[in-house]
């Protein structure tokens, strides 16, 4: 760990690392494959109330070879209509990919079900050879009702997205790559270092504008260019744009 890290446990279900530009969030139920309980639930909303207020890159990433095995099927198995209706996971998921700055899931192994949802809501997505991604729901009787119906289709195109839903195949790492689902793989030990390498990327661009990106990206169709164009109008004006083109041009002007 770094030196200016603080590192917490909530309910133990989760670890949370903060350092001044970035949080990690591992989720550590490694016994029950990082099966998504409502404590890791409640963690990721607390999370993303720290980050809503403080805005940092979200690492996420999961303990003991595993993303997570999905949601918790001992706790869904006693859902019902009305706990449907409420998004438990859904409304998690759609909060941490509304957080302001970017989140990249770091996925080991399995990324199942709700585990694959949540990595669907990140914005930058790496794993290990041993990944394992899709959504089995269909198997247990039940939609993906956290966000795959709609992301997965975003991420890799209707046809690919059907395919996955529709089957509950899984896909192995190579696919994975190959399908975009993933931006790159890297040996288990080295997973979470790339993912602080692109963290590191990111934290020496500008965060104002990093964030812009992310609203412009996340915009609807209809919203263009209207809103792209009113950010930039904030960027255009903001001292951090003056300074950091001031600095390029006379870099270039004393060679
Ligand atoms: N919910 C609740 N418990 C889960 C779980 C889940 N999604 N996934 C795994 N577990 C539990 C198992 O019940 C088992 O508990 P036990 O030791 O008390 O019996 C423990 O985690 C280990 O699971 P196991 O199946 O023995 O591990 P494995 O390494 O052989 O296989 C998986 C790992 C992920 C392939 C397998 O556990 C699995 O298929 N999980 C369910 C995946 C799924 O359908 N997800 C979609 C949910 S919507």
């Not at 409420?86 to 409304?91: E, F, L, M, R, Y």
């Not at 290990?128 to 289709?153: M, S, V």
């Not at 209707?158 to 790492?173: F, P, V």
């Not at 790559?177 to 990111?202: C, F, M, N, T």
């Amino acid at each position: 760990m770094r030196d200016d890290a603080s590192e917490t446990a909530v309910a133990e279900t989760v670890l949370i690392q903060r350092l001044p530009d970035r949080v990690v969030v591992t989720m550590n139920r490694p016994d029950k494959r990082n099966a998504i309980d409502l404590a890791t639930i409640d963690a990721l909303h607390s999370v993303c109330t720290e980050l809503e207020a403080d805005p940092r890159t979200l690492i996420l990433t999961g303990a003991g070879g595993v993303f997570a095995s999905g949601a918790d099927i001992a706790q869904l198995r006693k859902r019902r209509a009305a706990d449907a209706r409420k998004g438990i996971n859904a409304t998690a998921f759609i909060r941490i990919r509304e957080l302001p700055m970017p989140v990249i899931a770091a996925i080991d192994g399995y990324a199942l079900g709700g585990g694959a949802e949540l990595a669907y809501a990140a914005d930058l997505r790496i794993g290990t050879p041993t990944l394992r991604i899709g959504n089995p729901e269909t198997g247990l009787g039940i939609i993906a009702a956290a966000g795959a119906t709609w992301r997965l289709r975003e991420i890799v195109g209707e046809a690919r997205a059907s395919e996955l839903l529709l089957t509950g195949r899984i896909l192995d790492a190579g696919e994975a790559l190959a399908w975009g689902l993933v931006s790159s793989l890297h040996p288990g030990d080295e997973l979470l270092s790339a993912a602080h390498a692109l963290a590191d990327r990111i934290a020496a661009n500008d965060s104002l504008a990093t964030m812009h990106t992310k609203r412009a990206l996340r915009a609807s169709r209809e919203q263009h260019p209207a809103i792209e164009l009113e950010l930039q109008a904030e960027l255009f004006e903001s001292p951090e744009k003056e300074r950091r083109m001031t600095e390029f041009l006379e870099k270039r002007s004393r060679r």
